[in-house]
Nanobody
């Protein structure tokens, strides 16, 4: 059974930092492409960061220079370091995994975690 479990969300003030973690089980972690997707109820899901099997990364334009995605294959863990957080970053953040190709498109991911809430106040 595939499980992705996120943690690390919380409430911070604008300009603050958070690090999200996603621990995976039930999949050969190093073979999977991974990503972070965020969702606000009034908006569509938005791919924030993606990381391929080879370590290449991609970011949504609004988070470039502020967010860093990384993975530790030995720990089957994906991370998202978020710096200089802004109120518009407020969302539920989901970890997602896909075997076949690297992507930030939410529709391309086959496995999802339950999400962790990030709230940024002024």
């Amino acid at each position: 059974q595939v499980r992705l479990v996120e943690s690390g969300g919380g409430s911070v003030q604008s300009g603050g930092s958070l690090t999200l973690s996603c621990v995976a089980s039930g999949i050969p972690f190093s073979e999977y492409c991974l990503g972070w997707v965020r969702h606000v109820e009034t908006k569509t899901r938005e791919g924030v960061a993606g990381m391929g099997r080879d370590g290449r990364t991609a970011y949504e334009d609004s988070v470039k220079g502020r967010f860093t995605v990384s993975r530790d294959n030995a720990k089957s863990t994906l991370y998202l370091q978020m710096n200089n957080l802004k109120p518009e970053d407020t969302a539920m953040y989901y970890c997602a995994a896909e075997l076949n190709r690297a992507s930030m498109n939410p529709d391309d991911f086959g496995y999802w975690g339950q999400g962790t809430q990030v709230t940024v106040s002024l």
